[in-house]
């Protein structure tokens, strides 16, 4: 097993140490964004189901749209807004942990078995959830572990809003083009 694949189930595994040692490698930042990617990916694929190829992208770009909305926000807000006296972390260090902490939604592949999709995307998005409340904690060095479950639900949100927000306006665009 390559240490990058060890890294990954480390981080599914919510290792805490492994939060701790990618927060501090400066050169795993590749591998926290090939995490992204393939977690990414495994969304798309899980909705190849219900969209064919057009699902695979939607679900993909979504993904990639909906982490990189999450991780900014929860930067903002975790360093800026909600910070311990203690924090003391650069954008490197959270994007290499929450990366990381993408690690569970490789299951999202298995939303591929019809009648599962729900289901697996709830687990997932679970399991990444409690994962980005860990890498959060770690990075941000906060002692309070509800404050780490603060700042990454109001991320989620903010990400949830922003993603149906777009996914209204793509709606609407279609369906009056296929009106008109």
């Known amino acids: 097993m390559t240490p990058f694949v060890h890294r990954m189930i480390r981080a599914a595994k919510l290792d805490l140490r492994l939060y701790e040692e990618v927060e501090a490698d400066k050169t795993s930042m590749r591998q926290a964004m090939t995490v992204v990617l393939l977690s990414s990916l495994a969304a798309g694929i899980g909705f190849i189901h219900d969209g064919g190829l057009i699902g695979l992208l939607i679900g993909t770009v979504g993904a990639l749209l909906g982490w990189y909305i999450w991780a900014f926000v929860t930067y903002i807000i975790g360093t800026k807004l909600l910070p311990e006296p203690q924090t ?93």
């Open 88 to 180: 003391s972390a650069y954008h490197g260090q959270l994007l290499r942990t929450i990366g990381f902490s993408s690690a569970p939604g490789m299951i999202r592949i298995f939303g591929l078995i019809p009648g599962m999709g729900i289901l697996v995307n709830l687990l997932a998005g679970l399991w990444m959830f409690i994962a980005m409340v860990i890498a959060v904690r770690q990075a941000l060095d906060y002692r309070s572990p509800y404050r780490a479950v603060g700042v990454c639900a109001i991320g989620w949100i903010a990400q949830a809003f922003v993603l149906a927000l777009l996914v209204s306006l793509i709606t609407g665009t279609t369906e009056s083009m296929v009106g008109n």
